[in-house]
């Protein structure tokens, strides 16, 4: 109030002294110093007193070394950063203000209206005040942002921030913020983050999503600037809640084919053995599915398993599967949440043709301690989350193991009481948010699986990541993201049979990827993301050597690869006007193959093989083999054509400079990865598509209906009665080759009410063409032929009715169309033998594929004050007993042909699983 006082007085009865006024000039230094310490330094160099509030100078150091500057620029420097700006009454007086500019002279529109002309609005910002409070708004806090500049002319200023949980500091995604008065907003992304146009002046912002407590506060925009939330969970919230906010994201959203997955969606979902499954669910979205049930890998739009970029805290899993494929590689107790992009993927990723899993682990409970278990017939889960300084610092440790051997131990069949097949996987975060401005975390996971169907042999395959991230604040406009991350996988055969043939089969991928990225916001309509990322493979194709002084098997090894991918990539989500926006990006992508290699060069035009071998190059450790590189664009525009549907197109091209090796119709354990080099050319793919999006019903009904094509080159695909393992000239057992796909996907998905889930339906068509001057290097003559996973119809329907808060009930239905297969046609006879005569490859299909299942979800009560909060799943999987054929083929046996097929579950599968979080 005294400060108020002397400047009322100060203003009355001191003369104003006109801008133009030149002020005096001023040597000073400081370091190292506070605003106010400097501030002192210059009344008592120059004799000039100044008026001010402490609070607005903040805590931060500066420093400044000046020779007859005025004391203007002094000044303007002094406070750049602030929101302080500065009024000279005269040489002796300067009084500062808290984001206002104090004006000394009267408004052009006050001499208009004098002389009789209208009042036309003004663009020029004036002061902005708050007249009287509205009624019953008198506990809405109000908050300045900014610093008014002194010719500002914009109606329009950017206001960004991140929004956290103010118990645990995790960031809260996919929550809504909206200006009251307009009724437009926005909603936060997967790390918390948003960023809203609002108007010079007050603004009145309300926050709103389930679980989370609604807050309004009063937003004086003068500039643009940064708000941060800590909101607090509501009294009402339960264990796990479907977070929806923002409940038009759907249509409004820019970028075309992404997918995300909250966790909690997947809680009532029947699914094998009881587990919980993050990506089996995604499987039951459009555009989504495998080669058939049990089968590892993931097909998007046409794609390979191997053109999947899957990443956990942006580190690569390359075998996201256990179990056969029966059971993903990731908890859903400690995972956050899943974005698939299968459209148009943003630049900053890479290195895949057809999507990109984006999976994170969640932040811990810096609160307090808190965790999560559950109990199944083959699985057990438990979660901790545990505070090391409150609200600041914590780890969360998940580990999930099964108990199968035990089981398969004490069964009375032979075959199966000598079999092995055991996983288990651990993961490990912690996070540490240091101050506002930065935040470090760091992420641990190992895998493994072991299996053994016959008493000879064990198989076994791990995967192993770390990641560093460190996300810095930069300022209101400009943040940083650098993350670094290792990643391994590999597999083993321990073959100990009763002869001397006994070896030991290893293979080893390893990468590992720096990463930079940056944020800059600009005012009212772009937000730019640019950075750059390398990564380094280093491949071990496989090496082989005797178990045992008896075994004669001869130890070999396959020389290393190594290559390192880089890249460059900007992108920009503009908004051209209120229906138009559009998401463009660049990335250039660039490959080098390198030593130390023994590189095999062969005749130009004619199939490689030993006969047309030419010669062989040697280079040196880390020597330049081969270079490829490219321009990838990656593009995407959504239209509203009415504030609940929208269309939208998109266009992106892709590199992928690593293949995997294959043989099998889906991906085994045993696959290796093959690096791009002299002989194998990276794979290149184009997409376009186009989607409609509906919201309806009150926003309880998404309806959304997307079409793609999509054409690939240099596809690898392997010769007839090829040999893939263990060959040191790999290049002359496959081909590459020509690939399409093209589909249309339908999702209607209700979101509120007591039934809700999903149903979503894919017509899609995938091919492959391997043509060649010579008929050894063709497959089908040349001619396109369906790939081992295409399914032209797929069917899933998911729903869960909720009879109270408590109990539940949900059932999933899927019908795929059979996968190709080669069937014999005829048969020939070899030393009395008789043979099967193959047709062309994938001419014929297996059966369809359908199965219902079902499920009862009991819940504890929910009480707040209560230690642990249960959940009980008790579900039938395959309750038809639908005997599903999984792959059909053909043996010579005592001197006939015989047919047979292998199914993983042919009978109903019951389970009962025990959950419960505290």
Do not use: C
């Amino acid at each position: 109030m005294k400060f108020l006082l002397i400047i009322a007085a100060l203003l009355l009865s001191i003369p104003v002294v006109s801008a133009q006024t030149e002020t005096p000039q001023i040597s000073i230094s400081y370091e190292n110093s506070s605003r106010q310490e400097v501030i002192s330094q210059l009344e008592q160099t120059s004799k000039i007193s100044f008026y001010y509030n402490e609070e607005w100078l903040g805590d931060d150091l500066v420093s400044g070394v000046y020779e007859n500057a005025s004391l203007s620029e002094i000044l303007g420097d002094l406070f750049e950063q602030t929101t302080v700006n500065f009024f000279f009454l005269d040489y002796r007086i300067i009084v500062l203000t808290q984001n206002v500019v104090i004006k000394d002279t009267l408004h052009e529109s006050f001499y208009r209206d004098s002389l009789g002309s209208s009042n036309q609005e003004t663009t020029e910002a004036l002061p902005f005040y708050l007249a009287e409070k509205e009624s019953g708004t008198s506990a809405i806090e109000t908050v300045r942002i900014g610093k008014q500049q002194q010719a500002g002319t914009q109606e329009k200023f950017t206001l960004s921030g991140i929004v956290r949980n103010s118990r645990t500091g995790e960031p809260i995604q996919n929550l809504a913020i909206i200006e009251k008065k307009n009724g437009k907003g926005v909603s936060t992304d997967i790390d918390g983050r948003y960023q809203i146009a609002l108007s010079a002046g007050p603004n009145l912002l309300q926050t709103k999503a389930l679980g989370i407590e609604s807050m309004e506060k009063r937003v004086i925009m003068y500039n643009d600037g940064q708000l941060d939330f800590n909101l607090e969970e509501s009294i009402e919230q339960l264990d796990e809640v479907i977070v929806e906010s923002n409940s038009l994201k759907n249509v409004e959203t820019v970028v075309t084919g992404v997918v995300e997955l909250n966790v909690a969606e997947i809680k009532t979902i029947p699914l094998v053995l009881g587990e919980r499954d993050i990506l089996k669910t995604a499987i039951t979205l459009p555009g989504i599915t495998n080669a058939g049930e049990g089968a590892a890998g993931y097909n998007v739009r046409g794609g390979g398993t191997d053109q999947n970029l899957i990443l956990l805290d942006d580190a690569v899993i390359y075998n996201p599967s256990h179990f056969f494929g029966i059971f993903s590689a990731l908890n859903p107790f400690t995972t956050g949440g899943v974005t698939i992009y299968k459209g148009s993927i943003p630049a900053e990723y890479g290195g895949r043709l057809s999507s990109v899993f984006d999976i994170n682990t969640k932040d811990p409970n810096t609160d307090k301690f808190s965790g999560e278990a559950s109990l199944g017939p083959v699985t057990s889960n438990l979660t901790l989350e545990i505070p090391i300084v409150k609200e600041k610092s914590g780890i969360l440790l998940g580990g999930r193991s099964t108990y199968s051997n035990w089981i398969l131990n004490s069964l009375d069949e032979e075959s199966l009481k000598n079999s092995k097949a055991s996983f288990f996987d651990i993961v490990a975060k912690y996070s540490n948010r240091l101050n506002e401005n930065n935040t470090i975390s760091a992420t641990g996971y190992y895998s493994r699986d072991a299996f053994s169907i016959t008493s000879d042999s064990v198989y076994s395959y791990s995967n192993r990541l770390f990641s560093l991230k460190w996300n810095r604040k930069l300022n209101d406009k400009n943040s940083m993201n650098t993350m670094l991350a290792n990643s391994q996988y590999g597999f083993n055969i321990d073959f100990e049979g009763n002869s001397d043939k006994n070896f030991n089969l290893g293979y080893r991928i390893n990468e590992t990827e720096l990463k930079l990225k940056f944020l800059k916001l600009f005012r009212n309509n772009h937000r730019i993301n640019y950075g750059l990322s390398s990564k380094l493979y280093i491949v071990n194709p496989g090496e082989v050597e005797p178990r045992g002084s008896a075994s004669i098997v001869a130890p070999l090894e396959i020389q290393q690869e190594k290559g390192w991918e880089s890249a460059l990539f900007i992108s920009d989500n503009i908004k051209l006007n209120d229906k138009l926006s559009v998401d463009l990006g660049l990335r250039y992508s660039f490959y080098t193959a390198l030593g130390k290699s023994s590189q095999k060069i062969y005749e130009e035009g004619v199939p490689k093989n030993e006969g047309t071998l030419t010669e062989i190059k040697e280079f040196d450790n880390n020597e330049i083999i081969k270079t490829y590189d490219g321009l990838e664009v990656r593009a995407s525009t959504r239209y509203f054509l009415s504030p609940s549907l929208s269309v939208k197109a998109g266009y992106n091209n892709t590199f992928q400079y690593i293949h995997t090796i294959s043989s099998n119709t889906t991906v085994s354990p045993t696959d290796t990865w093959k690096l791009s080099d002299i002989n194998i050319a990276p794979q290149r793919a184009n997409q376009v598509s186009l989607g409609f999006f509906k919201n309806f019903g009150d926003n309880a009904y998404e309806l959304s209906l997307e079409s793609y094509y999509k054409k690939s080159n240099n596809i690898l695909d392997y010769k007839v009665g090829a040999q893939l393992l263990l060959n040191e000239s790999i290049e002359t057992e496959v081909l590459q080759g020509e690939g399409k796909a093209y589909g249309v996907e339908l999702l209607l998905k209700k979101t509120e009410g007591r039934l809700n889930g999903w149903l979503g339906y894919t017509y899609s068509r995938t091919f492959t063409k391997l043509d060649s001057d010579f008929i050894e290097e063709q497959i089908n003559n040349g001619d396109y032929f369906p790939s081992n996973f295409d399914k032209p119809h797929d069917i899933s329907l998911v729903t869960n009715y909720k009879f109270t808060k408590r109990f539940s009930f949900s059932a999933n239905f899927v019908y795929q169309t059979g996968r190709p297969v080669t069937f014999p046609v005829g048969s020939y006879f070899l030393d009395g033998a008789e043979y099967a005569l193959y047709s062309d490859r994938n001419k014929f299909r297996i059966p369809d594929f359908y199965r219902l299942d079902f499920s009862f979800n009991i819940e504890g009560n929910h009480k707040i004050k209560k230690f642990a909060h249960s959940f009980w799943n008790i579900s039938v999987y395959n309750v038809l007993g639908r005997n599903n054929p999984y792959s059909v083929f053909f043996v010579t046996e005592d001197g006939s042909l015989k047919a047979l097929q292998s199914s993983i579950f042919a009978i109903p599968v019951p389970t009962i699983t025990y959950n419960f979080k505290f």
